[in-house]
């Protein structure tokens, strides 16, 4: 599990020259603050790098000469928006205006927020530099293109024969071929970028964020093997047709994993194509799209302020984008930790824990002899585990999740049932029977959980006395043995206060 923060284009300069600082420095200022939040919601990479190591740009610049190499870049001279008063080119986010697909007033040059499209600032209706407000004027100037075109016939076949894939990628994806592919210009005029590994155009010109950014998935396999002492070992991923290679994007990125990140690839050869790129939609607040650049939505780091990270975790999870977008409210988040994490998963393992400390001094009990509710409870949390793992390879993370919520609930309607704190009264050795049961039950769902919960989960399964020393538990029902002590009943999550009115 490799990426990293793009560190390259416009997005960076422009806010750079706002700031009146070095693009680095604001590279450095969110690069620090991601891996942060990473750290504190529990994401666990094999490595979070960014795009401006050497590494990277030696990659880069490989890949940039053989597609050269190949005839897949050329060279061309075409017109470009120039600020005659800031006496420069203006690619990309320099310049806005009004989207030629969509009527939107607000679309930067290099794509519009509002309807996603992929834009040339030339197209912009109504364009305005961004340094000086200007109406900019059109001038030539010499890039290299990426030959889009060439692939046209090859990736549609190969998106065809996708299977399972989401279908609005998949739909987005032919309909980009469906209109067209255009050869793209892959440099720019501007400092800042990958180095242009000839010396055909001049100076002032680098290779531009959307050729290297998706570059960085390899180049980051590349790091991590160098890092781990086994340089050849990115190849066990990107040469070996038996590998699969999922790519966890916003909808917004589709065109660059699906159409140009292939395109490369095939143009370079010999790599491996993506398995699946299950881009999710949007996540809306109020009906809009949520936009650190625009302020609108919660931040992480303030959301992390209010939820414990496993709640917050379960909270987003359970409401991913998967297929449409998703209105996030503070309520839902709230009904999401307090009525189902808190109420059905938190209290199975609270209420099981406690009361074999109360009932047997904390030491799991011996079972006696099994009733059909034991074996069916056990059946219905094994077949959860089975279940929630398909949905999972088939990244239905939120279906995966809803599953195992499931095998929860059947736990407790299990409890219900036998009623163990009655039984205690009359035939301790069925308490003792339930709770053995009742605690295999919650040993497969914190594993089944533990993708999702990874802190919490680890802390249930130190509780009952299952080995977590691995770095990733398995995907299976570990028993929890009689006469293992357990640790104390400390609830695993609080609930969480619903917002203030208004
Ligand atoms: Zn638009």
Redesign the pocket.
Known sequence: MVSGSDVHGTPITVRADDEGVAPQVIVDRYHSEFVEQWDALGFDWDLFTTTGTANHHAVTQDMFLRLLERGHIDKRTSNQFYDPEAERFLPDRYVEGT?P??G?GE?RGDQ?E??S?TLDPIDLIQPRSRLTGATPEERPTDHFYLRLSDFAEELKEWLLSRENWRKHVLNFSLGWIEEGLHDRAITRDIEWGVEIPVDDLGPGKRIYVWFDAVIGYLSASKEWAQLNGRDEAWKDWWENPDSEHYYFIGKDNIPFHTIIWPAILLGYGGLELPTDVPANQFVTFKGGKASASRGIGTPIGEALERYEPDALRYALASNFPETADVDITEDELVRRINDELVATWGNLVNRVVSMTHRYFGGVVPEPGDNEPADVDVLTAVDAALADASDHLGAVRLRTALATLLAGAQATNQYLSELEPWKTAKTDLRRTGTTLFTALQCISGLAAGFAPYLPATSKRVLDTIGVDTSARQPAWERAEVADGTELGPAVPLFSKVEPPAEG
């Open positions: 989207c697909h969509c939107y679309a519009c509002n309807c499209r």
